[in-house]
T-cell receptor, first 114, second 112 residues
C-alpha cells in the first residue's frame, strides 16, 4: 500500500451495533486524526494521536473511541452506533504534529446508521 | 474561540478567475492552508501560507493574507472544469499541537 487507506469503503449499520473503522498508513507518520464530514458542518475532529501510545479528544469525541497500539494503525470504534453518527469519516496523518501540519487524507468511509 | 468561515458556494465560467474567501478569528494562527476535495475523495493540500507572509503564488494559484482583517483568499486563474471541487480553508494555531481548524468548505462549480 502507498499512503493512507481506510476500510470499509461504506457500511450500513443497525443502531446499537458496535463498529470499528480501520485506518492504516505506511508513511511512518507519527500523528493521525479522525474526522467526520457532514453537509453544512465541514470537517470536525473526533480524536487524534500525536504518536503511538497516545491519543487525545477532538471537537466531537462522544460515542467514539480510538487506540494507537503502533505507528501504522489508528482504528475508530463506535461502541453502540446511533443514527446521528451517520456521516463520512476521514482518517488523516502527518509526519509530526506541530505548527506546519500538512495532513494526508484517506479516501473516507461512508457510514449509515439506521 | 477559534472559528473559520467561508461562503458555501461559488460558480464561475471556464477561463474566468475564481476567488474563494475565508475569515478566521484566532490571531495566533501560524500557518493557513487551502485543501481541495474532489467528489468522493479525501482532502488534498493545495497550498499554504505562513502567517508572516502577505502573498504566495504557485502557478495558477495566488494566496493573499490580510492579517489585520484576519482574511485569507485563494485566487485560481484561468479556472478549468477540473477545478470543480470543495475548497477548505484551515488554520493551525500556536500551541494546539498542530491540530487544524477547518472551515465548512466552499463548493466551486465551473461552467463550460
Amino acid at each position: 500500500i502507498a499512503g493512507i487507506t481506510q476500510a470499509p469503503t461504506s457500511q450500513i449499520l443497525a443502531a446499537g451495533r458496535r463498529m470499528t473503522l480501520r485506518c492504516t498508513q505506511d508513511m511512518r507518520h507519527n500523528a493521525m486524526y479522525w474526522y467526520r464530514q457532514d453537509l453544512g458542518l465541514g470537517l470536525r475532529l473526533i480524536h487524534y494521536s500525536n504518536t503511538a501510545g497516545t491519543t487525545g479528544k477532538g471537537e466531537v469525541p462522544d460515542g467514539y473511541s480510538v487506540s494507537r497500539a503502533n505507528t501504522d494503525d489508528f482504528p475508530l470504534t463506535l461502541a453502540s452506533a446511533v443514527p446521528s453518527q451517520t456521516s463520512v469519516y476521514f482518517c488523516a496523518s502527518t509526519l509530526e504534529s506541530g505548527s506546519y501540519n500538512e495532513q494526508f487524507f484517506g479516501p473516507g468511509t461512508r457510514l449509515t446508521v439506521l | 474561540g477559534e472559528d473559520v468561515e467561508q461562503s458555501l458556494f461559488l460558480s464561475v465560467r471556464e477561463g474566468d478567475s475564481s476567488v474563494i474567501n475565508c475569515t478566521y478569528t484566532d490571531s495566533s494562527s501560524t500557518y493557513l492552508y487551502w485543501y481541495k476535495q474532489e467528489p468522493g475523495a479525501g482532502l488534498q493540500l493545495l497550498t499554504y501560507i505562513f502567517s508572516n507572509m502577505d502573498m504566495k503564488q504557485d502557478q495558477r494559484l495566488t494566496v493573499l493574507l490580510n492579517k489585520k482583517d484576519k482574511h485569507l483568499s485563494l485566487r485560481i486563474a484561468d479556472t478549468q472544469t477540473g477545478d470543480s471541487a470543495i475548497y477548505f480553508c484551515a488554520e493551525s494555531l500556536r500551541g494546539s499541537q498542530g491540530n487544524l481548524i477547518f472551515g465548512k468548505g466552499t463548493k466551486l462549480s465551473v461552467k463550460p
